[in-house]
């Protein structure tokens, strides 16, 4: 066999190799850390429907504006609520952004 043929068939062979191993350069998706899971922090003593408000019971403080969320038992969000700057241990008062919270249902942050 001519040299020449053999040393192209030696870089055809060592090519296709190389393709066939070679993975594309595709970027990756980035990986989405999971959401966290809600704190429970209280729960609802007394709704008031006409005013828009319920009064939580809490070991904690949240802060003027913070966002919560009434949860059924099964841990279903019932109503999104907005913490008042009305506070006095161990209550809290917070206004009913949207959905129909109920007493006894559970405070999450």
Not at 89 to 94: G, K, M, Q, V, Y
């Amino acid at each position: 066999m001519n040299r020449h043929l053999q040393n192209f068939l030696a870089v055809a062979l060592w090519c296709l190799a190389a393709c066939a191993t070679h993975r594309p350069c595709v970027p990756e998706a980035p990986i989405k850390a999971p959401a966290p899971a809600p704190v429970a922090i209280g729960s609802v003593s007394l709704v008031n429907d006409e005013l828009g408000f319920v009064l939580i019971r809490t070991g904690e403080t949240p802060e003027a504006g913070s966002a919560l969320q009434a949860r059924s038992r099964e841990g279903v969000e019932t109503a999104s609520l907005k913490v008042s700057s009305e506070q006095k241990r161990p209550f809290i008062i917070a206004d009913i952004l949207k959905g129909k919270p109920h007493v006894g249902e559970v405070v999450t942050k």
